[in-house]
């Protein structure tokens, strides 16, 4: 599904914050993208979509290079993959259903979306995600009137609505409390397990790595220092990873009990989409 061949990006800087990056990542499949910071990790992403433009290599979703694409392709190629933010960039003055079907912008006319209407067919699926993730109580709520947990699952609802094949997650745990860091990352790899879609989600914390992701790739210097299984991050790997540390907490297995529970209970019962001013 995608493919990255000798990728590499060095700023004007003379920076090389990629270094010949080859990682090919099927259809279904979770990979958790770790290392220190300033390692790679967000450049890594942002160059998938072009957000960050390579120095040098391809990136191919399925057989489209994308690394050459004129900016109206690349337009309808960023279709094809969902954006997961770490500070959720949701316009917050705006419903939680209007963030949502804001997904939707790459497909519909710009009078369209400049005056919000959007075909039912959208809306429906937006509240049939919004159901998905326990927060279809709250499509008429305001963004700013969410909490962190929430804005992340409204945010996983507008990267879907994409209807994508590739999701590009950037920290979604970094702002979150332990418990609903685990629900969010569940909550990740359940929608890519049921729709069969790629993943590469940069986080920093290494149990949660081990815990949801299928593979496992270390960063360290803009180089691929680990690829693997989680069970096989070993003190030695962490080490050429981080550096020197007591990594014997960090990799000690986690049993995951939780169950992925709404942040409140819901107040109404919302069947129609309303103006918000």
Known sequence: MLRLENLEKQYQTGDLALKSINIEIPRGQVMALIGPSGAGKSTLIRCVNRLVEPTSGKVYLGDLELTHLGSSQLRRARRRMGMIFQEYAL???????????SGRLGYVGFWRSF??????SDIDEAFNLLERVGLDHMANKRADELSGGQRQRVGICRALIQNPDLLLVDEPTASLDPKTSRQIMRLICELCDERQLAAIINIHDVLLAQMFARRVVGLQLGKIVYDG??????????????????WEATIEPVKDEDEVIPDIEPDSNVSTL???S
Do not use: A, C
């Open 91 to 101: 316009v917050e003055r705006l419903s939680v259903m209007e963030n949502v079907l």
């Open 229 to 246: 299984p989680p069970e096989d991050l070993t003190s030695e790997v962490l080490t050429d990873i981080y550096g020197e540390e007591d």
């Open 115 to 120: 005056l919000r209407k959007f075909p039912q």
């Open 274 to 276: 309303k103006p918000v």
